[in-house]
Structure formats: structure tokens, C-alpha cells
């Protein structure tokens, strides 16, 4: 029942900043994990940040100090504010949430991806 949407991507210039949107829809009762990961062509999909089960923060090490993750409860909306882009960071990127519903049905629901580009 649970959808996500994200948003925010597009081409930027190394150096540039974008701010991932990930709206939600439908209903979940308890959320274990959310996060963000990402995926280039010819390589696995990656980690790239995620808030655990009572606030907790995980970052990759290759964008820890650039990038924030921060969700809106009220809004059911998660973002991932990202700083000084690099070249590397090219992918799509992928929302993700882990949790259960009303009758405690596991759920492991990804939004669609939105494409980063940071050019040269």
C-alpha cells in the first residue's frame, strides 16, 4: 500500500548542491529503516545514507560530511541534502523504506529513482 515518490534530481556542475525529496503515500505503522541509495551503470547499488529505528544516522563514507539525511514525519517525507558534488557521485537514486503495517506485514518498498548528474 505504501508509495514513494522522489524528487529533486537533475544535472549540476561539480561543486553544486541538489536536495532529494521522497514523499510517501499509504499507510505504515512502525518504520525500521529509511534511507537513501544510488546505482551507476555497471556497478552494484550502494548505500548511501539512512535514519534507523530512533533517529540513528548511517553515512557512506565517500559522501559523509557533503550529504544530510533528514525525514518529516508530519509530511511523510524524506530528503537527502547534497553538498559538493563530485563527478562520482552520478547516479540514480533510489528511497527506500523498511518497516511493517497495521497487522505487522513486513514491508521493503522503493520509489521509482531520480537521476543525478554531476558533470565532468
Known amino acids: 500500500q505504501v508509495q514513494l515518490v522522489e524528487s529533486g534530481g537533475g544535472l549540476v556542475q561539480p561543486g553544486g548542491s541538489l536536495r532529494l525529496s521522497c514523499a510517501a503515500s499509504?499507510?505504515?505503522?512502525?518504520?525500521?529503516?529509511t534511507g537513501w541509495y544510488r546505482q551507476a551503470p555497471g556497478k552494484q547499488r550502494e548505500l548511501v545514507a539512512t535514519?534507523?529505528?530512533?533517529?540513528?544516522?548511517n553515512y557512506a563514507d565517500s559522501v559523509k560530511g557533503r550529504f544530510t539525511i533528514s525525514r518529516d514525519n508530519a509530511k511523510s517525507t524524506l530528503y537527502l541534502q547534497m553538498n559538493d558534488l563530485k563527478p562520482e557521485d552520478t547516479a540514480v537514486y533510489y528511497c527506500?523504506?523498511?518497516?511493517?503495517?497495521?497487522?505487522?506485514?513486513?514491508?521493503?518498498?522503493w520509489g521509482q529513482g531520480t537521476q543525478v548528474t554531476v558533470s565532468s
Open positions: 527506500n523504506v523498511v518497516g511493517s503495517d497495521y497487522v505487522h506485514n513486513v514491508l521493503n518498498v
Open positions: 499509504g499507510s505504515i505503522v512502525s518504520i525500521y529503516n
Open positions: 535514519i534507523g529505528s530512533g533517529g540513528r544516522l
